[in-house]
């Protein structure tokens, strides 16, 4: 069974660009969520989708954050313009339903560096 | 907002010892669970241990779960130089949502 797919591995980009970050779940997972790791910290839940619906963004920053799963499978992230504190890693999780037991598979995430 | 705080942030052992991590936690919560994380490669689920539940057990990991005291820890046995990574937990909030703590860095020398 394929893994989590996240696409770049790593991005370098000038400050005020925009940046985007693509994730393919594996199939047949309908929960999807974002999440952001600074360095030496834990993970932190930007966004959740239910199929093609967000039902958890609170924590997305919409001022300049943006997100999309078209057709509830594939989703991307955006930054719009990026500043210097967006330096990251970008992580994408999928599980097969919404649910407390429900394992999160987690893709190797996007490295992000905003110089 | 972090919900757990693990202790210590960084381990450093011999192959062949035992490694524990401790995890704190702030609110009640339906589950704990711990994740690992190596060098450069996402997080992997290790174990998730119930609410109800004290202990539970997956191959060398050991998880103890001490909810009067908002407390869980990690015990890795025989450890061995892959067993080197981050080591998360996590507890699940409310509505569904995975809360990690800052993590413990361990370090197996061979």
């Known amino acids: 069974e394929a893994g989590v797919v996240q696409s770049p591995r790593y991005k370098i980009i000038e400050k005020k660009q925009p940046v985007a970050f693509w994730c393919n779940p594996i199939?047949?997972?309908?929960?999807l969520y974002w999440y952001l790791q600074n360095l030496g910290q834990g993970p932190e839940l930007l966004i959740r989708?239910?199929?093609?619906?967000?039902?958890?963004d609170s924590q997305l920053p919409k001022d300049r954050f943006s997100a999309e799963r078209l057709k509830g499978v594939d989703s991307t992230l955006k930054i719009q313009p990026a500043e210097l504190g967006d330096s990251a890693v970008y992580l994408c999780?999928?599980?097969?339903?919404?649910?407390?037991?429900?394992?999160?598979?987690f893709g190797p995430g996007t490295r992000l560096l905003v110089l | 907002s972090q919900q757990g705080e693990e202790d210590p942030q960084a381990l450093s052992i011999q192959e062949g010892e035992n490694a524990t991590m401790n995890c704190s936690y702030k609110?009640?919560?339906?589950?704990l669970q711990w994740y690992r994380q190596n060098s450069g490669r996402g997080l992997v689920h290790l174990i998730l241990?119930?609410?109800?539940?004290r202990e539970k057990h997956s191959g060398r990991l050991r998880v103890t779960l001490d909810t009067s005291k908002k407390s869980s820890s990690l015990l890795i046995t025989a450890s061995r130089a892959a067993d080197t990574a981050s080591y998360f937990c996590?507890?699940?909030?409310?509505?569904?949502?995975?809360?990690f703590g800052q993590g413990t860095r361990l370090t197996i020398n061979p």
């Open positions: 999780a999928s599980s097969r339903r919404t649910g407390g037991d429900e394992t999160q598979y």
């Open positions: 199939s047949g997972h309908n929960t």
């Open positions: 989708y239910e199929n093609e619906e967000a039902v958890d």
């Open positions: 609110t009640s919560i339906n589950n």
């Open positions: 241990i119930r609410s109800n539940e």
């Open positions: 996590a507890s699940i909030q409310g509505a569904q949502k995975l809360v």
